[in-house]
């Protein structure tokens, strides 16, 4: 029943650690281009709606990397293939 | 009973881990965006209700990656499917 | 009995790791937002009022996920599922 | 049966470590293009058709450093070829 | 006898490393808003008095984090619920 | 049997490592130069066709370096030369 | 006789690693208020009081994280519960 | 049998290590000198020949350190006299 | 007598690191306050006095916490506990 | 026949490792070369030939530490006195 | 004879590690100081000699750091207890 | 034979790390200084000979710490005076 | 005779590591204390007498750590107490 | 014959990491003082005698360390006292 644990394990870990590496990047990138375009409207009012617009689109993009990570972490946990199939042998035995 | 420690074990890490490591991009990322809508607000007065709308709109969805993590913590402390898992096989030994 | 220490040495750990590491973000991040904060005071008198209710606002939410931190801590101090299912064990044995 | 698990496992790091760092760059990258944007649009608002151009063509391509993490993350999950050589082999044991 | 030794190690080296690691990101942080403050002081004298007010907030609420740290070090060496665990079990041994 | 793990194990972990890390500077790389053009065409707006057609050939010569990349890890996965001779070599025992 | 030594060499190395971790925060932080301070007496002298007023109070609260670190290192040196315990038992076997 | 897994596993390491460390430095510094580039086209768009054919030299020559990489990680994968050693030897056994 | 040697060989390493990492904080803070009183001076030769004044209240008390790690590494050399306790328990064996 | 294992397995390791890390350094520190004489063209353009003529000379002069790199990687992998040797020595057996 | 190998190896290590690592931050710290009392003697050449001799007194404070570092080295390899006590007893068996 | 695989094995290693990292320093220092005088060439035209002149030397006396790092790598290749005393002592054997 | 071998051992590499990273400090602060003084010529001519006098005081204080480092590695390779004391044990066996 | 082989392998480690780390200080730092020499001359080409003279003295004294880090090499490698007595012994038996 080894590999039960092992692979457990690893999925536990490896969920934990991609959304919390995975949170960074997108974290300050995203902190980034909100900071610019706070910047950008108190120097060009006028343009706010461009400015916010493409700044919302610009996070989307951004967010998506952090999706990506979230994706996979819920995989890794609700449906992972290689958990089920070692259980599914432990299960058999 | 071995598995029943190892997977216990991996989860308190991965939860403790998972939240503080995950907390640190966006603890930095809102500071950043906060910090340029405060000197915005300074240099623009009259655009401080644009700059705060936009600076909530963004906070918000930085917390969004704080928030991811800490759902996954909260899943591997008291949803965790691998948990269940070998407490019941522990179980029913 | 060897689970029992395990599962106790991990969440002592743990609990220290979460709120050491955890801390470092919104410390410096709370700071930078109020650093900003007085420089736009002095730069602009007028909005103080302004620019202090939108930093308290902004360090709330910096703070929140610090207290994510403590509170993943506290729960893996006093109210660990783990740590209960094993010392369950170990006194019905 | 020691190979199942051991391909299993670094078959779950491996996609979870391969989008989690594979998710900072472009993160940063495009906040990095973004913030920029936002700041030429504000210093040149008549050039902003331009300028919204380039930026998602940047973008673009810029995300496929970060789908190309993706896309191995995904073929080490669902088509391993190790994987699927190895439960053959278990398999027909 | 193991158990006690090793829940020992662990919080000897928790307390000291949670405060140690805990107390670079307050320092820091507090010596930023204060730096910034006196700069401040500098460039708008007439506003001291509404700077060092707002200074002051930040600082106890930066200082809450270092606070955090110091409340989790001494449960860890004084109350110790793991601790007195392994201890009652050795006593009653 | 040892050697098919192992070969298998290594290449699965030298795929995501390859693009993982091998992305980043790309990335970040793609970004610097994006960012210089949005500026450079808000500097200087009629020479916004010579600037976009140097940033992309620049780019092409930039996302080289991601896909030899791409290259060595998709080699790895499916046309390994070891990989090859090892199941033989297994399959022929 | 085990633990006696294993928890006095933990004391020790915990002690050291507090205070010479725990100082590089504040030295750094008292260091930075204390420069800006002389810039601002350099560019305001008038308000040499109302600066090195807030300077002291700053440095003060700054080296109170020093303070809970020395704090720690004398507790686990002259009053460590874990020390007294395991001496107490080494004694009375 | 052991040499042949070991020098097949190193080889394919080196392979990916090599080719995703040194795609590091070429991407950022093909970068680094078309960011400059587009900013000197910007600010001298008379001297556009001369910049972008100086551009392209020195791309060059920044790009032949990455092939350097390439060269390298395709003969340890395809001509590496090592591996052949090797397999001669196993296959003479 | 494994303790002694134990004891003994954690005390040269916990003196020497204490006073060599303790002293990279306080010799930086020191320069950078005292970088900045020379500056300042030459800025403002007239409060020449006021400045030297400040700069060594704020020296003295960066210098405090070198004081603070030479003194635990003095008493981890010359008045340790621990080490007293295990060589009067190996001289009473 | 451990001999041959060991020193083929660190030749193919080093050979890549030197080239990568090898790479690094040539690789910014033409494009820092690079970028400066793209800004000083565009600054005085009169200059062009004396910049180009020195540019050259200093990346060739950087180039030949990346030569350094290449030729002991190739000696490494073609013209290894460590493994003429060992195999001589293993061939003689 | 074993702790006799032990503490003279540690000895040695640690009197080392302790100046070479200890001789870092003064080295960077005198040499910011004389940077910056450099550069104010060619702001403010008439006040040479205050800012000379504010430069010699600081050099001495952060030279003292250095200083505490080669004592403890100096205790280490010359006067240490620790050695005293483990040859005395080597020699006395 | 193990000496002759370690001490073999040993300076292979040696030979690559010391190329490999004492290429990094030389290769961006020229780079710094090339840089600096391309930029002082565009600035003050007429001096063009003598910073060449300078340039060149500096460059030469930077590039002298190369050759040492090369110089290193051959002795330990070609003329390693503990591989011959091995090779002396397993030939004699 | 272990330990003649374990402390020759030691005493190569502390020797080695002392004055390597030993005069990493010093030749980049001698560095900064140069380039500034080569500054602050250019700027105030006049005062070039003052300038180099204070430069090279200054240089003989830095310069004064790495002399600390190299007599310390003198000390440890000729006149190691350590290591006259295990040959003269070994040789009187 | 163990020590022989240990003491050969780790001086060759030592002569290759000492000079390999101890290039990078004196190369960046020389970098640093002639780049700053060289903008110097242009900002004020009549100082050039006084510029080169005090740059060429500076860069001897930088030179030192590496040379310190050169000299302690070659006795590791031709005039090592530990290798010499460890032969000898070798040779005697």
């Given at each position: 029943?080894?590999?039960v644990?092992?692979?457990g394990m690893v999925s536990i870990i490896v969920a934990?650690?991609?959304i919390a590496v995975g949170s960074i990047g997108p974290a300050l990138g995203e902190a980034r281009a909100a900071a610019q375009a706070l910047s950008s409207i108190a120097q060009q009012p006028d343009e706010a709606n461009t400015i916010t617009r493409t700044l919302f689109v610009s996070m989307a993009m951004i967010e998506s990397t952090?999706?990506?990570c979230f994706v996979v972490a819920m995989i890794v946990i609700f449906a992972n293939p290689f958990w089920?199939?070692?259980i599914t042998k432990a299960g058999g035995q």
């Open positions: 029943m080894d590999n644990g092992l692979i934990g650690f991609t952090a999706i990506y089920n199939y070692v």
